[in-house]
């Protein structure tokens, strides 16, 4: 089994930051796609951002694009989310998921169905 804790989450004004952190096992850094998703009330969980840390290949959903940064600390085994310029809209829970490498594609890393673990959650709230 893999386990994900997340941490990082909290309150912050319009145009303000937060990094998110995810520590994960090593076996899921070899062998997963490592992505981060959100979920609003009442909206469905979107696909923010995705890492495979056996590549280094980074994806980006359009409207995070140029304001978060998906990151790896391997020697932690840690999978970071550096929000940027953050918005009123970013408000919602975040969660860290894993899932088989192939899901870290342009097409693919968003389907949250495909991914096999889950983290608790972490609240993001962004105040105007």
């Known amino acids: 089994q893999v386990q994900l804790v997340e941490s990082g989450g909290g309150s912050v004004q319009a145009g303000g930051s937060l990094r998110l952190s995810c520590a994960a096992s090593?076996?899921?850094?070899?062998?997963?796609?490592m992505g981060w998703f959100r979920q609003a009330p009442g909206k469905e969980r979107e696909g923010v951002a995705a890492?495979?840390?056996?590549?280094?290949?980074?994806y980006y959903a359009d409207s995070v694009k140029g304001r978060f940064t998906i990151s790896q600390d391997n020697a932690k085994n840690t999978v970071y989310l550096q929000m940027n310029s953050l918005k009123p809209e970013d408000t919602a829970m975040y969660y860290c998921?894993?899932?088989?490498?192939?899901?870290?594609?342009?097409?693919?890393?968003?389907?949250?169905?495909?991914?096999?673990?889950w983290g608790q959650g972490t609240q993001v709230t962004v105040s105007s």
């Open positions: 998921a894993a899932g088989p490498k192939f899901l870290c594609s342009d097409y693919l890393f968003g389907g949250a169905y495909n991914y096999n673990y």
């Open positions: 090593r076996y899921t850094y070899i062998n997963y796609c």
């Open positions: 890492i495979y840390a056996g590549g280094g290949s980074t």
